[in-house]
């Protein structure tokens, strides 16, 4: 299982674009990376996956180099709503391995 | 569709008192997860079901049985509560792909456990 990396905690202002990146150096061959987001009380909700390139949904983007070994989430003009834990998980099987994740305090 | 529901939503244990928490999802999905989430970490695997029928150990199966009871039904069983079981506990399902690995996952609202 791919062992990652991210910052434990980012503040940002609203309007503002946030990118988080996350490192997961011995990531598989087979292996997708995914992105959660977490309220406080409430269970993680999926946000965007992707294998490489860039992947672009309606809330986020997903910056994938060719080598793998990081991934980046990228949220376009933050509101105060999008205060929340991000958690990267790159894998393929069954037992995703949830990190520490990284907070994003968004401010006023 | 309601998604994945769990129940109760919080309950109070004594020390070796046993209890079930209950998952149901509506979504057909085949797989289903129990995690922990301890204050300030990341989620921890429990146990998961690939498939109906089929259940496995995750990172931190100890102290814990599930049952698969069909497919849209995974309950989570603590036979004698610790006080390290304190937790909030999560249940998710997901569908797979043809060549059996998991797609994005769906997570109910949670369990709050004090164990006293």
């Known amino acids: 299982l791919a062992k990652t990396t991210q910052p434990i905690s980012m503040d940002s202002y609203e309007g503002q674009e946030v990118n988080i990146t996350c490192s997961h150096n011995n990531i598989a061959t087979n292996d997708y990376i995914t992105w959660y987001q977490q309220f406080p009380s409430q269970g993680p909700r999926f946000i965007i996956q992707?294998?490489?390139t860039k992947v672009t949904n309606e809330v986020a983007s997903l910056f994938i180099p060719a080598d793998r070994k990081s991934s980046t989430l990228s949220l376009p003009r933050v509101s105060l709503s999008d205060t929340a834990v991000y958690y990267c998980l790159p894998g393929g099987g069954f037992k995703t391995i949830f990190g520490a994740g990284t907070r994003l305090f968004v401010k006023a | 569709n309601a998604g994945v529901t769990q129940t109760p939503k919080f309950q109070v244990l004594k020390t070796g008192q046993s209890m079930t928490l209950q998952c149901a999802q509506d979504?057909?999905?085949?797989?289903m997860y129990w995690y922990r989430q301890d204050p300030g970490m990341g989620l921890r695997l429990i146990y998961y079901s690939a498939s109906e029928g089929t259940t496995d150990k995750g990172e931190v199966p100890n102290g814990y049985n599930v049952s698969r009871l069909n497919k849209r039904e995974f309950s989570l069983r603590l036979e004698s509560a610790a006080p390290s079981q304190t937790s909030v506990y999560f249940c998710?399902?997901?569908?797979?792909?043809?060549?059996?690995?998991?797609?994005?996952?769906?997570f109910g609202p949670g369990t709050r456990l004090t164990v006293t």
């Open positions: 992707g294998y490489k």
């Open positions: 998710a399902s997901s569908e797979r792909l043809a060549g059996g690995s998991p797609l994005e996952q769906y």
């Open positions: 979504m057909n999905h085949n797989s």
